[in-house]
């Protein structure tokens, strides 16, 4: 039974899911290999994001120099650049997966539609509510982390690391920031799922319990405010303008594809772009479950870890009687 899959599901990748070989014991070399090679290599949504984080710095970012003093106008230049990213990826995606159903029900994790109407969103239904939090509250956080950044490194108060001087760590950080990224929301999502937190905060990014490619960023704005808080690890860990984009864009533009209700985009039968990820997905049907992701083992530490199958899902419902008191 232990390898028998949940059911409900209209897809789910193979069962049981695992955290990286970086975390376990003894340490098997081809496996991390071969761990960073699938994350990363050959085409992947992080290394996408790399791209875009350079295309960013070289065509729409005013120099470091500019933004040693607030003004309006590169302010407004770095707001209107995320708006436009946040609703290329999350637009692009929603008008794929679910206006022109592109790949029907293919990869697809749940198999019901998202809401139209529904009492618990702001205006009155499931996507309007989304783009509204994330593009009113969402959009204005990435920016405002981004101009306190880029203040910050022109006035010397944030510490900036140069190709020139540290090209080995100049690209190492492109690979520890989702690392980092891991072990900070791990301990900010339990934070979030503190009744108080949640019943005030954390339940708006919850009306989703299926969710869409507008869910991932569409939260209260306090959980905006400490979730791309990440961020601020530059403030002691040196970095390059370039990594600060990459690091925003890593929290706000994968927030949109991990989110997407799918596990990625089928070519030919083939997955041949993850996105959509089940460990996530299931949080968001279990609530009290998978908290982190699987690239820090946070989880099956402290005993929240769906790994999807029957078994798992059986101790998770325990587990949930008995945080709920029943």
């Not at 098997?28 to 960013?56: C, D, Q, T, Y």
């Not at 509250?137 to 108060?157: I, K, P």
């Not at 460990?279 to 699987?294: A, D, K, P, T």
Request: hydrophobic share 45%; glycine share 8%.
């Amino acid at each position: 039974m232990s390898d028998d899959p949940v059911k409900g599901w209209n897809h789910h990748p193979a069962v049981p899911l695992t955290v990286s070989p970086f975390f376990t014991w003894p340490l098997r070399p081809l496996e991390m290999l071969r761990w960073v090679w699938n994350s990363w290599f050959l085409i992947s949504e992080k290394l996408i994001l790399v791209g875009i984080a350079f295309a960013s710095f070289y065509w729409f970012q005013p120099p470091l120099e500019e933004t040693r003093t607030l003004a309006v106008g590169w302010i407004a230049e770095l707001y209107i650049r995320n708006l436009c990213l946040m609703t290329l990826v999350a637009g692009g995606l929603h008008l794929y997966f679910y206006t022109f159903t592109a790949q029907g029900q293919k990869l697809k994790y749940d198999p019901r539609p998202l809401m139209v109407n529904g009492k618990q969103f702001t205006l009155g239904g499931q996507i309007r509510d989304n783009m509204f939090w994330t593009l009113g509250s969402g959009v204005f956080f990435w920016t405002a982390y981004e101009v306190l950044m880029f203040w910050a490194m022109a006035n010397g108060y944030a510490p900036v690391l140069t190709w020139a001087a540290h090209p080995v760590w100049f690209v190492a950080l492109f690979f520890l920031i989702p690392v980092w990224e891991s072990f900070y929301f791990y301990w900010i999502h339990r934070l979030l799922h503190v009744p108080v937190l949640y019943r005030h905060v954390h339940a708006l990014h919850h009306r989703n319990i299926n969710v869409g490619p507008w869910s991932g960023l569409s939260m209260h704005p306090v959980e905006h405010a400490i979730f791309l808080g990440s961020v601020l690890i530059h403030w002691v860990v040196a970095a390059h303008p370039v990594h600060i984009l990459y690091h925003m864009q890593y929290l706000t533009l994968t927030a949109a594809t991990t989110h997407c209700g799918f596990e990625g985009v089928a070519i030919r039968d083939e997955n041949r772009l993850k996105l959509g990820t089940f460990h996530h997905q299931m949080h968001h049907r279990y609530f009290e479950c998978n908290y982190g992701s699987l690239e820090v083992p946070w989880d099956k530490l402290f005993g929240s870890f769906h790994d999807g199958t029957a078994r798992a899902d059986a101790r998770m419902k325990e587990r949930r009687k008995r945080i709920m008191g029943g």
